[in-house]
């Protein structure tokens, strides 16, 4: 039933034309490098639909979800090997997808020793809803034998211009207004923007958090008060923006701090949320400590100048997240506040310099806020931009302009990823 649910959905994104800049991505890897390639990402952001795509016909599928498929997983390389005709005469390579294998306890042991044997028969990609570089259960390190790519929502950018760039900064590129409110309203995961339909939308996200909560919680960790955590989930979509208070968390929900903090990381780590750390080099009296939470799905937060914020840094996530993984270099997300209460929403450090600040407006009328002058004197940032989201789309490079300026919000993110 999944794998036919998977055709479905590739299905119409086929048809619709709804091309995701990841495939391009996994076919330059594929043609270029031995290494394993492992996609992670959150549930249902397309992660097994663009896999099971760019195989084809040419590869074999290997989910652990399966119970045929994780009794040979069980058996080792050697079974599974003759599982995917490895010892077939063919005249390209196959590509073998393992789907959620991060679920089975040995899954580095696994992959270790598949790799070593038949790596140089294969090509392996590997997928994942939970970060494939966090659970460690046991066995070597795969050190040197994958790359990882981690896999986001549509995006403007990816909307306006599906293709694979070797730059940083694209053109800008309009899309329509009502593809805009679409993200905004029904989140960038395929299956809800395509939808666009409330009681859809409505009913797949409940599945999600239910699968979210009721699976990968109780797969992956050994917490036990998942109640607690999906009432800790919620506080965090109502104060998404803004800064992590530990101790009134714990207080709400009647746990302590340390476990406040297991639970975030937790969320983190099964892509419910992010967090973004205050950037203090250069910085007089920053705060250092307290970071700032966002979600990955942005839809459900109401209030329209944090769903925003959160938006922008969901895109800028996106960006530093691709920027870094395809080797432009080390890419972070910080965001600026110093005790005198001086705050810019976010920074951008291309490796570790700082690069552009944003500030994110839901009006265009709102003057230029004046600590985008201060901390881009003080951080040395090229560039410092205000961006609003009720100005029309300008086809004017942003990143062209070194002063603070602001500029419409699609044309800043057109910009992006």
């Not at 046991?138 to 986001?152: E, I, Q, W």
């Not at 409110?181 to 859809?200: H, I, M, V, W």
């Not at 400590?289 to 990955?296: A, V, Y």
Request: charged share 25%.
């Amino acid at each position: 039933m999944q794998e036919n649910g998977i055709y479905r959905l590739g299905l119409i994104l086929y048809k619709t034309g709804m091309k995701r800049i990841y495939s391009e991505i996994i076919e330059e890897h594929l043609h270029s490098n031995r290494q394993m390639i492992f996609i992670a990402g959150p549930r249902q952001v397309g992660k097994t639909t663009v896999a099971r795509l760019v195989q084809g016909e040419r590869g074999c599928y290997v989910n652990w979800d399966n119970l045929a498929d994780r009794k040979i997983l069980l058996k080792g390389p050697d079974a599974m090997a003759t599982r995917c005709g490895l010892s077939l005469l063919r005249e390209e390579s196959v590509l073998i997808v393992f789907d959620e294998i991060h679920k089975y306890a040995k899954w580095k042991s696994f992959l270790k020793g598949f790799f070593d044997i038949y790596g140089d028969q294969c090509k392996i990609l590997v997928t994942g809803s939970a970060r494939l570089d966090v659970y460690k259960k046991g066995g070597d390190s795969l050190l040197g034998r994958y790359f990882l790519y981690r896999m986001h929502p549509q995006s403007v950018a990816e909307i306006f211009e599906p293709v694979l760039l070797e730059t940083e900064i694209r053109k800008p590129g309009s899309i329509p207004q009502d593809k805009l409110d679409t993200l905004l309203q029904y989140s960038g995961f395929p299956e809800p923007y395509l939808a666009n339909n409330r009681r859809f939308y409505n009913r797949w996200q409940r599945m999600r958090l239910d699968l979210l909560f009721r699976e990968e919680l109780r797969d992956l960790t050994r917490i036990q008060e998942v109640g607690q955590v999906q009432v800790l989930a919620k506080i965090l979509q109502y104060q998404a923006s803004q800064s992590v208070n530990y101790s009134n968390l714990a207080n709400e929900i009647n746990v302590s701090v340390d476990t406040v903090c297991r639970w975030i990381a937790t969320l983190e780590s099964l892509y419910y949320c992010f967090s973004v750390r205050p950037w203090f080099r250069n910085i007089p009296k920053s705060l250092r400590k307290q970071p700032k939470i966002f979600l990955w799905d942005w839809s459900g937060i109401k209030n329209d100048g944090a769903r925003h914020e959160n938006f922008v840094a969901s895109h800028l996530l996106k960006a530093v997240h691709w920027w870094t993984d395809i080797g432009l270099g080390e890419y972070h997300l910080y965001y600026l506040r110093d005790k005198e209460k001086r705050e810019v929403d976010f920074l951008v450090t291309r490796d570790d310099i700082p690069w552009f600040l944003v500030e994110v407006k839901t009006s265009g009328k709102q003057s230029l806020n004046k600590n985008l002058f201060y901390f881009q004197k003080k951080t040395g940032a090229q560039h410092a931009f205000q961006v609003a989201f009720d100005l029309e789309f300008i086809e004017q490079d942003c990143f062209s302009v070194k002063k603070p300026v602001i500029v419409p919000a699609t044309t800043f993110l057109s910009q992006l990823v």
